[in-house]
C-alpha cells in the first residue's frame, strides 16, 4: 500500500503492551477534538473524540485524555495489537467551526 | 469501507495539465470536504461543499477548483499542474456540515503524480 511518507514522530510497541500518543494543539478556542487514524493505503479513519467540557473519554480499547491548561491530547491504546500499526492524527475544530485543523501525526509501529 | 467513494485511484500526469478527480459521498451525507495530503504538508483542507453550494475554503490554490453536483457528487479540478501538486487528495463526507460535532468518513483517497 501506499504510505504518506512523512518525516513523523515514531512510537514502537511490542504487541500486548499499552500504547500512548500524544499531540499538542494550539488553538485555545478549540472545543472539539478528534483522533483518527490512517493505514497505509487508506483514508483517515475516525477512532474517537472529545469535546472541550470534557477531560477524559473511553472507547473500546482507546481511551482519550485532554488537558485544556497545557493544551495536550493524548491517545491511550490498551492491549496493542500489530492492526493498531498505522499513523494517528489529533484534530482540533474551533468553536463554530466543521473544518478540523490536523496535527502532524505520529507512525505507530507494532512488534509481534 | 467507509462509504466514500474516490476515483482515480491513480494518476499520472505532466506539468501543466489539468485534472479531474472524483467523489461520491456515503448515502445520505450533505457535506463533502477535500484535502490535500502531501510530504512535507500532512492533511491541508482545501475545501467544503454542502448540498451544493461552497460552504468554506481553506488552503486551495486558484488553480484548483471544485463543485458539488445535485446529485450530491463532487469533483476537484486540478489545472496548470506543477510538480509540488503531486499529493494524495482525500475528500472525506459527513451527514450535516453545518453541525460542528460530525463525524468525517474519509475516501481511499487518488495519487496524483506530477512528471
Known amino acids: 500500500g501506499e504510505s504518506v511518507g512523512l518525516h513523523l514522530p515514531t512510537l514502537s510497541v511490542q504487541e500486548g503492551d499499552n500504547s500512548i500518543i500524544n499531540c499538542a494543539y494550539s488553538?485555545?478556542?478549540?472545543?472539539?477534538f478528534i483522533w483518527y487514524k490512517q493505514e497505509s493505503g487508506k483514508g483517515p479513519q475516525f477512532i474517537i473524540d472529545?469535546?472541550?467540557?470534557?477531560d477524559k473519554r473511553q472507547g473500546q480499547r482507546v481511551t482519550v485524555l485532554l488537558n485544556k491548561t497545557v493544551k495536550h491530547l493524548s491517545l491511550q491504546i490498551a492491549a496493542t495489537q500489530p492492526g493498531d500499526s498505522a499513523v494517528y492524527f489529533c484534530?482540533?475544530?474551533?468553536?463554530?467551526?466543521?473544518?478540523?485543523?490536523f496535527g502532524r501525526g505520529t507512525s505507530l509501529i507494532v512488534h509481534p | 469501507d467507509s462509504g466514500v467513494t474516490q476515483t482515480p485511484k491513480h494518476l499520472i500526469t505532466a506539468t501543466g495539465q489539468r485534472v479531474t478527480l472524483r467523489c461520491s459521498p456515503r448515502?445520505?451525507?450533505?457535506?463533502v470536504y477535500w484535502y490535500q495530503q502531501s510530504l512535507d504538508q500532512g492533511l491541508q483542507f482545501l475545501i467544503q461543499?454542502?448540498?451544493?453550494?461552497?460552504?468554506a475554503k481553506g488552503n486551495i490554490l486558484e488553480r484548483f477548483s471544485a463543485q458539488q453536483f445535485p446529485d450530491l457528487h463532487s469533483e476537484l479540478n486540478l489545472s496548470s499542474l506543477e510538480l509540488g501538486d503531486s499529493a494524495l487528495y482525500f475528500c472525506?463526507?459527513?451527514?450535516?456540515?453545518?453541525?460542528?460535532?460530525?463525524?468525517?468518513?474519509f475516501g481511499p483517497g487518488t495519487r496524483l503524480t506530477v512528471t
Open positions: 472525506a463526507s459527513s451527514v450535516d456540515g453545518r453541525d460542528p460535532i460530525y463525524e468525517q468518513y
Open positions: 488553538n485555545s478556542a478549540s472545543d472539539y
Open positions: 484534530a482540533e475544530n474551533a468553536g463554530g467551526s466543521y473544518i478540523p485543523t
Open positions: 472529545i469535546r472541550s467540557n470534557m
Open positions: 461543499y454542502y448540498n451544493g453550494e461552497e460552504r
Open positions: 448515502s445520505g451525507d450533505l457535506s
